[in-house]
T-cell receptor
Framework: RKEVEQDPGPFNVPEGATVAFNCTYSNSASQSFFWYRQDCRKEPKLLMSVYSSGNEDGRFTAQLNRASQYISLLIRDSKLSDSATYLCVVSREGSTLGRLYFGRGTQLTVWP | GAVVSQHPSRVICKSGTSVKIECRSLDFQATTMFWYRQFPKQSLMLMATSNEGSKATYEQGVEKDKFLINHASLTLSTLTVTSAHPEDSSFYIC?????????????????FGPGTRLTVT
């Protein structure tokens, strides 16, 4: 079983839509959780960390359910510039310092 | 912010040749560097972890004699793909970790290089 599972999509939504991505992880020893964004043929970039209490950064809201080993990302009021692949990432350490386990990513296309 | 560079950004080589990819941390000293490989529409797969001055730790299934990693200094790690074959064609990405301040999860952060696209013909 893969360490991190994601629905690959693709998700195609109009501007202004709300879209949600889900992710599950298999190792209960995972300690920290992140969403990265990867544009085509580029390196991944940290979008936001995910905390147990849930956290929000502008139009982006991340949730973590440790009991279900489930992570989500909600994007409100989608912009064209949100088009990218969103990677669910987990670590067994309390930071992004060490080994990261990546999901295969969920592709999002926002159309005008 | 911290910057990691990779060189070259793109390389095309013939089957059987060796290719060296450099990963540099430009404004910080990296305690650890990681090498990943990503095939189209697949996730990043960690190949190896390297610490300055010591041998790299390879992930299961990654041939250490084929993918040579040298981490000679706190700002430079190199990956050499020896006797490259078409199936080695992929996107190779390095990342570097350093001790930083103010990170909400602790004292550390990891940053990614822009990647090197290798095509073996």
């Amino acid at each position: 079983r893969k360490e991190v599972e994601q629905d690959p999509g693709p998700f195609n939504v109009p501007e202004g839509a709300t879209v949600a991505f889900n992710c599950t992880y298999s190792n209960s020893a995972s300690q920290s959780f992140f969403w990265y964004r990867q544009d085509c043929r580029k390196e991944p970039k940290l979008l936001m960390s995910v905390y147990s209490s849930g956290n929000e950064d502008g139009r982006f809201t991340a949730q973590l359910n440790r009991a279900s080993q489930y992570i989500s990302l909600l994007i409100r009021d989608s912009k064209l510039s949100d088009s990218a692949t969103y990677l669910c990432v987990v670590s067994r350490e309390g930071s992004t310092l060490g080994r990261l386990y990546f999901g295969r990513g969920t592709q999002l296309t926002v159309w005008p | 912010g911290a910057v990691v560079s990779q060189h070259p950004s793109r390389v095309i080589c013939k089957s059987g040749t060796s290719v060296k990819i450099e990963c540099r941390s430009l404004d910080f000293q990296a305690t650890t560097m990681f090498w990943y490989r990503q095939f189209p529409k697949q996730s990043l797969m960690l190949m190896a972890t390297s610490n300055e001055g010591s041998k790299a730790t390879y992930e299961q299934g990654v041939e250490k004699d084929k993918f040579l990693i040298n981490h000679a200094s706190l700002t430079l790690s190199t990956l050499t793909v020896t006797s490259a074959h078409p199936e080695d064609s992929s996107f190779y990405i390095c990342s570097a970790s350093f001790e930083g301040e103010g990170h909400p999860l602790g004292l550390y952060e990891q940053y990614f290089g822009p990647g090197t696209r290798l095509t073996v013909t």
